[in-house]
């Protein structure tokens, strides 16, 4: 399968349990290739250190978009 995503403004913390502190991630939106739309929470993201636009990857990284309303909908902490 393969997703194409763009990352929103709203992020969220995941939850293992009540007890736990939770990590912070991203949600991103999409849809896969056949146009089934996704939605993703992405706590880290990463490029080989030997590339040479990172500078460029940085810059991009910044740009997000506001959250559509059902991405919007979800409350701010999760409980996985």
Known sequence: MKITIKPT????VL???TLA???PARTWEGE?????KVHCF??????????PRTSEFETELQKT??????IA?????LIL
């Open 65 to 70: 978009a506001a959250p559509s309303a059902g």
């Open 32 to 36: 896969t290739e056949s146009g089934i």
């Open 21 to 23: 502190d939770g990590v």
């Open 42 to 51: 992405v706590t880290r993201i990463a490029i080989d250190k030997n590339e």
């Open 9 to 12: 403004s709203k992020i969220v």
């Open 73 to 77: 909908a979800y409350p701010a902490s």
């Open 15 to 17: 939850k293992p349990g």
